[in-house]
């Protein structure tokens, strides 16, 4: 069949024209941070604050659920923690929020990095007493690969932290940002006297509640009596008047273009700071721009529904090889039942039954719009890359794959299946769960992940679903990069003098295996012509 959006059957309101709008109102976000820096506790507050659940403890009760059922995959029990990267969508003041949740802990994955490529925004949590941790600086470098604005909540000032001056100073000299303070603790710990909002100049109480008007004049405060009777709060005062004095005021521009970030002190658990972060992602956030795609980007208001799957989760029942695929809509309005064509296999697929995700459970969704997510239930036959649309040819860009950061050679204890590990690994690859290589000099396959679990994942799913039994062993390589030059002499000459630490990636393009940070900066500084690269597009 080769028709792609039947006219006939979509609603009346995907051809109406104000409908095409719908986008600005969406804000797709997510929440990047170390572990326990506070991102489960703030992701609940800022459901409750937006009136999407009533009670704490919704969002792990959530985790829970979702752990029984996904019971097929021991592992995830074993471990009690979830493979599962989800959305969570809300409403506020005509707002539509998509929250979608970048796996940490020891589900640290791709998928982690690549639900960044699916986002307009991101919330940057940090421990007021910790700083930025590595985790933080490894999702911030893939947000920074796409300029993705970035709003930052120091969480934790109910507690004894860092000087704020001396964290605004980490974050800018780390990150290579400028940063602007919006919202400003008074004192901290056992002293936390609430918070000064910049943005609508008024007080914080130490409840987290609204207080009275101050004066839009920061030197002014000086001359607050009030605020300046207690003694914490005169020092912090004058530490923001310093801060003041040497940082950019917010502007709005240069947080879109990525350039700046907005501080906001916070306490998550206490509820101090959501509200207002809460509006800060409302006003500020960007709603869905034009996405990156060949031959041209798409716009969000493009007629065309068109999108791209970032995600793919393989689903509940092992005998049913079913998957969830989490596709980033990027223009049109989609329509429950609409037929999108798979730009890669050359297919259309009649969407009858996508999940959308609601927070609070709403049966009824049946539109979606650009900066929304969908699931799509399938079997196998979409990839993490794809590109579906209902009319225009269109392939999104920017979808990469990130360089691993383990390394394993697969050792097949039965030779018989290398047949099936070869199926598997293919197999696997495409949905995202690992990243295969073979390297140029020996025959056994190498595989790639950012994380531990992803590793375990991929050795479950490997004996359970094809019947292989697969260990993985290390091969001394720590690191690893696509090798690219304008060059290709450079090039061949680089791969045959390097031969032994190469590979190729399921596409055939050459890389490179470092075993170290060390060895791999020396090859770069040995061979300037070569551009050694962290991503590689897929497809
Ligand atoms: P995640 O690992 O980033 O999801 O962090 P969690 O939300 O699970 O929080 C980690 C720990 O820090 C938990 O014990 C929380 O109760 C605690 N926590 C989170 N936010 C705050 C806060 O604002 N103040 C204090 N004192 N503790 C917090």
Same mark, same amino acid.
């Given at each position: 069949m080769t028709e792609t959006l039947d006219t006939a059957t979509a609603p009346a309101a995907a051809r109406r024209p104000d409908r095409q709008a719908a986008y600005r109102s969406r804000r797709t976000f997510a929440i990047i941070s170390h572990p326990d820096a506070g991102k489960t506790t703030?992701?609940?507050?800022?459901?409750?604050?937006?009136?999407?659940?009533?009670?704490?403890?919704?969002?792990?009760?959530?985790?829970?659920?979702?752990?029984?059922?996904?019971?097929?995959m021991e592992i995830e029990q074993k471990r009690g923690i979830s493979v599962t990267s989800s959305v969570m969508t809300f409403e506020r003041d005509g707002l539509t929020f998509n929250l979608l949740d970048t796996?940490?802990?020891?589900?640290?994955?791709?998928?982690?990095?690549?639900?960044?490529?699916?986002?307009?925004?991101?919330?940057?949590?940090?421990?007021?007493?910790?700083?930025?941790?590595?985790?933080?600086?490894?999702?911030?470098?893939?947000?920074?690969?796409?300029?993705i604005p970035i709003i930052t909540f120091v969480n934790k000032v109910d507690r004894e932290g860092r000087d704020p001056l001396e964290l605004l100073d980490e974050i800018a000299s780390t990150l290579a940002l400028d940063v602007a303070p919006v919202l400003w603790p008074l004192g901290m710990g056992v002293d936390f006297k609430g918070c000064i909002d910049? #943005?609508?100049? /008024? =007080?914080?109480?130490?409840?987290? +509640?609204? @207080?009275?008007?101050?004066?839009?004049?920061i030197d002014a405060l000086s001359r607050d009596t009030e605020l300046m009777a207690d003694p914490n709060a005169a020092r912090s005062v004058e530490e923001l008047q310093l801060a003041a004095a040497a940082l950019p005021r917010f502007d709005i521009d240069a947080y879109r273009a990525g350039h700046m970030t907005p501080i906001l002190f916070g306490s998550a658990l206490k509820g101090i700071g959501v509200a207002e972060l809460l509006r800060a992602v409302a006003e500020w956030a960007p709603p869905p721009a034009p996405q990156p795609a060949k031959p041209e980007?798409?716009?969000?208001?493009?007629?065309?529904?068109?999108?791209?799957?970032?995600?793919?989760?393989?689903?509940?029942?092992?005998?049913?090889?079913?998957?969830? #695929?989490?596709? /980033? =809509?990027?223009?049109?309005?989609? +329509?429950? @039942?609409?037929?999108?064509?798979?730009?890669?296999?050359?297919?259309?697929?009649?969407?009858?039954?996508?999940?959308?995700?609601f927070a609070q459970d709403r049966e009824t969704v049946d539109e979606a719009v650009a900066g929304d997510v969908i699931g799509i239930p399938n079997h196998g036959t979409l990839s993490v890359g794809d590109t579906l649309t209902s009319g225009r040819e269109v392939r999104f860009t920017g979808i990469p794959n990130f360089a691993p950061e383990i390394i394993r050679r697969v050792r097949l204890s039965d030779a018989i299946k290398a047949k099936q590990l070869s199926k598997a690994l293919g197999d696997l690859a495409e949905e995202g769960v690992t990243q295969v290589f073979r390297p140029m000099i020996g025959a056994d396959w190498i595989v790639g992940v950012v994380g531990p679990l992803q590793l375990d994942v991929l050795g479950t799913r490997i004996e359970a679903e094809y019947g292989v039994p697969v260990g993985f062993e290390p091969i001394g390589y720590d690191t690893a990069r696509w090798v690219a030059s304008a060059d290709p002499a450079e090039l061949k000459r680089f791969i045959a003098l390097n031969r032994a630490n190469m590979g190729e990636d399921r596409y055939g393009d050459p890389v490179f295996f470092?075993?170290?940070?060390?060895?791999?900066?020396?090859?770069?500084k040995n061979a300037p012509a070569i551009r050694f690269l962290a991503t590689r597009e897929m497809g």
């Open positions: 703030l992701t609940e507050k800022l459901l409750l604050a937006s009136g999407a659940i009533r009670m704490a403890g919704h969002v792990r009760a959530r985790g829970e659920q979702r752990r029984t059922r996904s019971d097929w796996p940490g802990h020891a589900d640290f994955s791709e998928d982690t990095y690549r639900t960044l490529t699916a986002v307009d925004s991101a919330i940057m949590v940090i421990d007021v007493a910790k700083g930025i941790e590595s985790q933080t600086l490894k999702l911030f470098e893939v947000c920074r690969l796409r300029d910049l #943005a609508a100049h /008024r =007080l914080i109480g130490s409840n987290g +509640a609204p @207080g009275r008007p101050i004066s839009a004049d980007p798409v716009a969000p208001g493009d007629p065309d529904v068109t999108g791209f799957v970032f995600k793919v989760q393989a689903n509940m029942d092992r005998n049913h090889r079913d998957r969830v #695929a989490f596709v /980033r =809509l990027c223009s049109g309005i989609f +329509a429950r @039942g609409m037929k999108l064509r798979n730009v890669r296999a050359g297919r259309d697929l009649a969407i009858s039954n996508p999940m959308f995700f470092a075993a170290s940070a060390w060895a791999l900066q020396r090859a770069e």
